[in-house]
Nanobody, 115 residues
Framework: VQLVESGGGLVQPGGSLRLSCAAS????????MSWYRQAPGKERELVAA????????NYADSVKGRFTISRDNAKNTVYLQMNSLKPEDSAVYYC?????????WGQGTQVTVSS
């Protein structure tokens, strides 16, 4: 299983970014996928998730209405569209899946929201 995130960067408050996570090594369409983030000195937290392969989504209260998780099963990719970004959204963002009882993480992509 391999997960590779991309799309992070520096953005001004109020701006937007779209993160991508390319997956391989498993039948992507059959598994739930999640996005987490970790800011310096803080614990890793769930941001958004497909709670099942069937498309049911879940969001952290802090991002509801601003972030949208989506997936393209033909491209084995999960996305996180982030709008109306705030400085407190700054963190390393990771994608995650559980496969055969094991949790897999990508290397992360840095998002910095600053003027």
């Amino acid at each position: 299983v391999q997960l590779v995130e991309s799309g992070g960067g520096l953005v001004q408050p109020g701006g937007s970014l779209r993160l991508s996570c390319a997956a391989s090594g498993f039948t992507f369409s059959s598994y739930a996928m999640s996005w987490y983030r970790q800011a310096p000195g803080k614990e890793r937290e769930l941001v958004a998730a497909f709670t099942s392969a069937g498309g049911i989504t879940n969001y952290a209260d802090s991002v509801k209405g601003r972030f949208t998780i989506s997936r393209d099963n033909a491209k084995n990719t999960v996305y996180l569209q982030m709008n109306s970004l705030k400085p407190e959204d700054s963190a390393v963002y990771y994608c995650n899946t559980w496969y055969r009882g094991n949790s897999y993480w990508g290397q992360g992509t840095q998002v910095t929201v600053s003027s």
